[in-house]
């Protein structure tokens, strides 16, 4: 009866220690294992852990498409200092809603409307003639700003990156 029961006691020692041994490879293996970083998009949407990278990839995507480099987070500031009183992004105000501006319009012709609105009605303009047709009764006509071609283009590549808020 004694020689069963250290046989017993002899076989769930050798079990826990195979147990506690498999649980160590387990674990070191696993430290020693590469991580796998997630995805900077996942679903359709950016990753909550790696925003930054998203909006680089973001930032480096509309680079290629407007073709100029920008600095978003600077064109956030002139945007709210020199655009933001009459426009917001994703829908209209004082102004038109500008979201897909740089689809619209080319980055000379948003230069030159944004520098002297004035002018380009002056000389009739196709697209500024049909813009003020609808905002100019509403709003008057825009006010020269004075920005200059970098600091447009800042503006420009921030509203090309900006994404509605969630909620």
Known sequence: MIIRKVKILVY???????LISSLGFVFTYRSFRPKAQEPAFFCGTVSPSRPDTANTLFQQQAEQTLGYAFDPSQGEQ???ANCNSCHILGRDMVGPDLIGVNQRVTFNWAL???QNPKALKEVGDPYTMELL???EEKSGLQPPQPVTKEEL???LGYIELWTPPFY
């Open 12 to 18: 769930s020692l050798v079990v826990c220690a195979l």
């Open 153 to 155: 283009e800042n503006i």
């Open 112 to 114: 030159a409307f944004v």
């Open 133 to 135: 047709s609808v905002w």
């Open 78 to 80: 002139l945007f709210k």
